[in-house]
């Protein structure tokens, strides 16, 4: 059973479309995150959400936009798409934000952007 | 945010131990130290974490310095799966959970 689900795998796109990127975990967890992996492989972090409520917004732009319609899903809806958003994008969840629980990572979206 | 400070890259040979070191000067009270690794291709994973004391779990054990400026996750017996980049992090405890990776150290195992 996979414990934390992101599709699609691959997203190729063009500049200024919007696209959405879903994930889904399983493990009962309440909290969930966003990170992002540009090409120089650094991960960072880019929203968390707390019993669907958001607790860190790291100074995303407002073009993306995080929506959790339940404590296992957390989806990622990009607007107007430009090419310095092409990244992998990480899903991850945790039991609680607050403790020193671990962090159990999707396998990434590759956002390639045209 | 508190920083790490990694070797870029390390060698090992299979079956030998590896000793991974991090430096963390900045440290305060109420950090915790975590590892993670992360495989090509794949999302991060979880290796061990501690706040003063040794640690020890299935996968690794983590030495951490009795300043805690310094800290070194060690792997027993290294394989070819353990190829991978390690990521040393401070987590504040209470900050929402998010963590702050650097550059890690990736490393490679030689058969």
């Known amino acids: 059973d996979t414990a934390v689900s992101q599709t699609p795998k691959y997203l190729v796109t063009q500049m200024g479309n919007d696209k959405s990127i879903k994930c889904e975990q399983n493990l009962g967890h309440d909290t969930m995150y966003w990170y992002k992996q540009d090409s120089k492989k650094f991960l960072k972090i880019m929203f968390s959400y707390n019993n669907k409520e958001l607790i860190i917004n790291e100074t995303v732009p407002n073009r993306f936009s995080p929506k959790s319609p339940d404590k296992a899903h957390l989806n990622l809806h990009i607007n107007s798409l430009e090419l310095g958003d092409s990244a992998v994008y990480f899903c991850?969840?945790?039991?609680?934000?607050?403790?020193?629980?671990?962090?159990?990572f999707g396998p990434g979206t590759r956002l390639t952007v045209l | 945010d508190a920083k790490t400070t990694q070797p870029n890259s390390m060698e090992s040979n299979e079956e030998e131990p590896v000793h991974l070191p991090c430096n963390h000067s900045t440290i305060s009270g109420t950090d915790y130290i975590h590892w993670y690794r992360q495989l090509p291709s794949q999302g991060p994973e979880y290796v061990i974490h501690?706040?003063?004391s040794n640690v020890n779990n299935r996968m690794a054990s983590l030495a951490i310095a009795e300043d805690r400026k310094s800290s070194t996750l060690i792997l027993h017996r290294a394989t070819l799966r353990d190829a991978a980049v390690y990521y040393c992090i401070l987590r504040i405890y209470n900050q929402g959970g998010k963590l702050i990776f650097g550059q890690g150290t990736e490393l490679s195992v030689k058969p």
């Open positions: 991850a969840s945790s039991q609680e934000a607050s403790g020193n629980l671990e962090q159990f």
């Open positions: 501690g706040l003063t």
